[in-house]
């Protein structure tokens, strides 16, 4: 794959990786670098990438361990981050919509990353478990899990008509 | 009820910052990295290179000399627009010349040792900047050494279900969880978690980098970047806890050891253009009354932040951070239920005109969800020195 291909590929999806680390980071420059360095690292890496169609959810793996990776470091941290504003890239964000990312990410990672990309980024539970390398049931089980946690929560159903 | 677009929307548009950083990290992509199959043309050109590598070392020996050499693609144009930040948590340690001559005089190590672990703490001073390095060898052969954590509330260590590729990159084309490979290859599970301590005058941390070993005599370690105070000393506790878990996945034992740390103060060998603290004037801001003192060390921006309690006994958190968009650096913070909190902001790019400085004030109440926050600017009261001024 010349680079102008992968180039037009990945900004092609743009959103769906800015919503991916944005459901898993909640400071904007921990998601600019884990961007950078998953976008290196998937070209670098191409070449492993036998089947040049599943770029998008290849890159999105990818994109998953450094988004998990560098939470990893924010463990370390002491309460830097907890007292760095966690929505400053949003702040004309609806109130309801603050809410909303606050509940998906307080579900625990497991739960939280199946539903994004199953609900939010339109993957089916196959392609999803790809993704994650896990069994098609336990993707269904833990968006089941997720779905639920997130209506306590919200005090309100989610995500119901949309249960593919 | 929600929906999808709901929660779309929710999580927005990438936003400038983002956008900045894709188009970087695709603009640095190496273009001449691609190599294809080997193919018949290949082969054809490999060996119509040899003839004429052969030609030339046969024929004109003075040629070579002329010939330009290849250049190969330097790590630092690839890595040049990535942060400053990660970076510096990642990089290894490069000491000045000045440092390695003082090392001596500098480094402490503590060093405590359990029945499984041996743990080392040492502590470098470079320039300004201090590094930590936080050793924990395996003392017995066919133990996996985790860096991470038992959790008692849940019973659970998330580390051990991670992907052993995640905590191991050297491993990372072997399947299933940390535990599963500790459990195929024979191996016991010995949690390390080193929790840092620090005083409260000492410089606290602006990042720390952990990754282990596969071996099972191996290590984890840390590097903290922290900065010196130049008039306090400094002492640093670290707490380092050990679990080892059994096969059925709960911890056997617990032990923890304590490492102190005494370090001498030590003039910087670095030497910023900003000679003397530079006091800032004490801003009144109108979010609750915080009041914000700060004073520009070398290296540090020192602040106090005191919020106006209200008298109804609530439990407060306040904090005050650097606005982070300026990337001249990382923050650290103090959080506390009093009414007062003081912390130290790390300068990790020498400032050139300590003018004024944006500051986020920010107030938590309850969860750290919960936010209030402000922008105020301090000033400095005086004009800063000469840049340039030794103290």
């Not at chain 2, 054809?44 to 020996?61: H, K, M, Q, T, Y």
């Not at chain 2, 912390?343 to 004024?356: D, H, K, S, V, W």
């Amino acid at each position: 794959m010349e680079r102008e291909e992968f180039a037009q590929r990945i900004t092609q999806m743009h959103c769906t990786l800015y919503r991916i680390c944005t459901s898993q980071l909640s400071c904007a420059q921990d998601r600019e670098d884990a961007v950078q360095e998953a976008l290196k690292k998937a070209w670098e890496r191409r070449r492993q990438l036998r089947n040049d169609a599943l770029l998008q959810a290849w890159v999105i793996r990818i994109l998953l361990n450094e988004c998990h990776k560098i939470q990893r470091q924010r463990k370390r941290l002491l309460l830097t981050d907890r007292l760095m504003d966690p929505d400053a890239p949003a702040p004309e964000a609806a109130p309801e919509g603050l809410l909303l990312r606050q509940a998906l990410r307080q579900l625990p990672e497991k739960l939280r990353v199946p539903l994004v990309l199953h609900y939010l980024e339109g993957y089916g539970v196959q392609e999803t478990a790809r993704i994650l390398r896990l069994p098609p049931g336990t993707v269904k089980t833990r968006m089941r899990a997720g779905r639920a946690q997130l209506k306590l929560l919200l005090d309100e159903e989610v995500f119901e008509d949309e249960n593919k | 009820m929600k929906t999808s677009e709901d929660f779309r929307l929710a999580l927005g548009q990438p936003d400038a910052g983002f956008d900045r950083a894709m188009r970087q990290a695709l603009s640095a992509l190496p273009a001449a990295a691609h190599r294809p199959a080997i193919s018949r043309r290949s082969v054809w050109a490999l060996a119509a290179s040899l003839a004429l590598l052969l030609g030339v070392i046969i024929l004109g020996p003075g040629l070579g000399r002329q010939s330009p050499q290849p250049t190969p693609l330097s790590q630092e144009a690839t890595g040049a627009v990535f942060p400053l930040r990660k970076a510096l948590l990642e990089a290894e340690f490069s000491l000045s010349p000045e440092a390695e001559a003082l090392l001596a005089q500098s480094a402490r190590a503590g060093y405590a040792q359990t029945a499984h672990t041996a743990f080392t703490v040492e502590a470098v001073h470079d320039g300004a900047v201090l590094h930590f390095l936080i050793q924990a060898k395996a003392l017995q052969a066919g133990y996996l050494l985790v860096d991470a954590q038992w959790n008692e509330a849940q019973g659970r260590c998330e580390a051990l279900e991670a992907p052993i590729g995640k905590l191991f990159p050297d491993l990372a084309e072997e399947e299933g969880s940390v535990y599963d490979y500790a459990r195929h290859n024979g191996l016991k599970l010995l949690l390390v978690s080193c929790e840092d301590q620090l005083s409260h005058s000492a410089p606290v941390f602006v990042g720390t980098t952990w990754y282990s070993a596969a071996e099972t005599g191996g290590f984890c370690q840390g590097v903290s970047i922290g900065c010196l105070a130049q008039e306090n000393a400094l002492t640093e506790t670290y707490k380092c806890v050990e679990y080892v878990v059994s096969a059925e996945g709960v911890p056997e034992s617990i032990s923890t050891q304590q490492i102190t740390l005494d370090l001498p103060v030590g003039k910087p060998l670095r030497e910023y253009t900003i000679a003397a603290p530079v006091p800032f004037e004490q801003v009144n801001a109108t979010l609750d009354q915080i009041t914000v003192y700060c004073t520009l060390m070398s290296t540090a921006v020192r602040y106090t932040c005191s919020y106006a309690s209200d008298g109804d006994g609530k439990s407060i958190t306040t904090s005050l951070y650097l606005k982070r968009s300026a990337k001249q650096g990382s923050v650290q913070g103090s959080n506390a239920t009093d009414t007062t909190v003081t912390g130290q902001y790390f300068i990790l790019e020498p400032m050139e005109q300590p003018n004024a400085i944006p500051f986020t004030i920010g107030r938590s109440v309850g969860s750290s969800y919960q936010y209030e926050k402000q922008e105020i600017r301090l000033v400095p009261a005086e004009a800063p020195n000469t840049p340039g001024e030794s103290e």
